[in-house]
């Protein structure tokens, strides 16, 4: 069988895109940090590491050597992973397992916090897994059974309709000198057809749909899972937080320019987290609600969608990538097809 007989999903290219954008941005990354190290102290950035290579036997000069020849690892994989994300979306089977190994590894290296890069990096590398894991469900990976020989789900086709028997059809008295017939349903307890589209309950979400499905339940995910962490750290520090902070190499900078106390900040942090926490639950309830065929869902989609543009953009730099998501939500939902499907009823 081949590829031109096979309907390519429309969750694939999507997919692919966003496979290849996030590997592009891994791979900068680690090329940079190598590049740079020098330049910008990078020795001084990824102490930690280095030290758990000092550890491991290594002096300073070989464990900076090790940590630069893992970063261009890193950095070839991630470009490796674009070129696997182009042929992948067009069909080629070994291109999606390339594509989910090295995605795999750069993307957890990078959520990590082995490349650096603080929080941003941290989400890219945990998005590049989820969609990695996307190449493997639903209908791509029945798209790709179907490319490697497999036979095809059967059509999802409409029935014809049951032929009306001929004692439906009674004839009724009318102002012409011929008779006029009116159709009377049978007496068999089943209610009668109607002619109007009612798209199917279980008929598949557009792509528009999807997209915007996706790229919310994704977003929530994240953000979720990032306030949770960050509440439930806080919650174990408790009193010892002033003194954590105090011993941080990075506090000193950030309060100064803050302006705030150390009990200010914690409550402060307390709030942020729960607010987003509360809002990613939220956009993962919309999500979930419309994903399971729900159409009174869209109103509540698009809604949280709104309330993270609104959200994200309070939290600049760091809440740009939420803020590009929820931008793309919003204009799938425009769409004709997502609007005329969450309209039939």
Known sequence: MTETTVKRPPTLAGACVYL????????????TNVTTWNAENR??????????????????????????IFLTVIAVLGACAVVFAVYTARGDRASRIGLSATIGVAGTASFLGILGGGVFFAMAGALAVGFAGRLWTGEIRTYFRTL????????????????????AIEPVTAHSDEPAYSYAPPATGYPAPHHGYQPHANARLP???TIAVWTTFVGSALVAFFSGLGLLSLGLLGDDYEQ?????PLSGNFF???????????RTSLTVFGICLALSIGGLLAST???VKKRSGEVFLFVMAAVTIIASLLFVPVGLPWTAAAIVSVVQLRKPEARAWFAAK
């Open 289 to 291: 609600l419309v994903l």
């Open 43 to 68: 020795a001084d950035e990824f102490d930690r590491v280095l030290g758990a290579l000092r550890d491991g036997g290594l002096n300073q000069a070989g464990a900076e050597s090790s940590y630069k």
């Open 20 to 31: 290849g954008v996030l590997a592009a941005i891994i791979a900068i990354r680690a090329f």
């Open 256 to 266: 100064d320019g803050s302006g705030m106390t150390y009990d200010q900040l914690y």
């Open 207 to 209: 792509k528009a749909v």
């Open 148 to 167: 490697a020989g497999h036979a095809p789900p059967p059509p999802n086709v409409k029935p014809e309709p049951a032929p009306i028997p001929a004692a």
């Open 244 to 248: 954590v902070m105090r011993d941080s």
